[in-house]
């Protein structure tokens, strides 16, 4: 009979499908050979933050003014302005992966302080991360109150807590590759730095996608400094869906190398993030400044 053969296709068709869809499910939460460090996420699952930034309401943001950002002096690494306020940070793009942070309080933070890029002037905390050699000193000045190793040599998270005048500074750790292509476990430290109400964040150098966990102990940021060249961190497409998962108004990029590979990464998140391309490598943001729609701010500096 015609029916019931028709009517047995259907029923095994439909079990195909059914068995595929399953098989899918289960390859989209492995890892992909030679990715062991990507994160592995719930599909349709979203990061659920805390509010662990100082002064922040989850229900009642401070208004934002999309156009504020600030211009500061163009020369890196210069006096912070008398009119600075209380709520207002500077940062200054030195290159590579290294900023200046300053605070009204006239702290100098260095990140991914090493001994080829470096600030003008000297910094009083600085952070490092240890992947190459352009992300940390063995020789940092003796003169700095604080030196924030973002690894242990014990291989434990390195934690760092560390509260000077006006600026907190506090550490994530992550994983990297190491030099036979295996798995160094907390080779790498996000580091927060909490200045007034707001929240900078600088990603180091990141191998792999975010765990709820990390998320959530990295909370939310307002200002996020992200390394898209794409290889020696991680693909492009993985660092996207960091940015996206952390959600910063105010992302600013570096270790890029090339216009090339800055402008690769870009049109990657052009749909969602407006860009801006700012003249001078220093800029004063605060709370009232950051723009209502996530935005990419290029600042010049040294970028390889």
């Given amino acids: 009979m015609p029916a019931p053969t028709v009517l047995t296709r259907l029923s095994t068709l439909v079990a195909a499908a059914v068995m595929l869809l399953f098989f899918c499910a289960l390859a989209s939460r492995a890892e992909a050979p ?53 709520d207002q940070a500077q940062i200054t793009y030195v290159g590579h992966s290294t900023f200046l942070v300053e605070s009204p309080k006239q702290v100098r933070i260095a990140t991914d302080y090493n001994d080829y890029v470096r600030p003008r002037l000297l910094p009083d905390i600085v952070t490092m991360n240890h992947a190459h050699s352009t992300h ?56 927060i730095f909490e200045i007034g109400s707001l929240c900078i964040a600088h990603l180091g150098h990141l191998h792999h996608t975010l765990t709820q966990q990390q998320l959530d102990d990295i909370g939310h940021i307002d200002v996020l400094m992200v390394p898209v060249d794409g290889s020696y961190t991680m693909d492009m497409e993985g660092m996207a869906e960091v940015v996206e998962a952390i959600k910063a108004p105010l992302n600013i990029p570096m270790h890029f190398f090339s216009t090339p590979s800055l402008r690769h990464f870009l049109d990657l998140m052009g749909r969602k993030h407006e860009l801006e391309f700012s003249t001078t490598p220093t800029m004063v943001v605060s709370k009232t400044s950051l723009p209502g729609r996530p935005k990419f701010m290029v600042l010049p500096g040294r970028p390889g």
Wanted: aromatic residues 6%; hydrophobic residues 35%.
């Fill in 34 to 86: 030679g990715s062991q460090f990507r994160a592995i996420q719930v599909p349709g699952s979203k990061p659920d933050m805390r509010e662990n930034c100082p002064g922040l309401i989850a229900s009642n943001r401070l208004p934002t003014l999309p156009a504020a950002l600030i211009p500061a002096p163009p020369m890196p690494g210069a006096a912070i302005p008398a009119a600075l306020g209380p």
């Fill in 136 to 191: 940390y000193s063995e020789r940092p000045d003796p003169d700095i109150k604080y030196v924030l190793r973002g690894w242990r040599e014990d291989g434990k998270p390195a934690n760092h807590d560390v509260t000077y005048a006006d600026v907190h500074v506090r550490s994530v750790s992550t994983n990297i590759r190491n030099w036979n292509g295996g798995t160094e476990l907390n080779g790498n430290s996000i580091f």
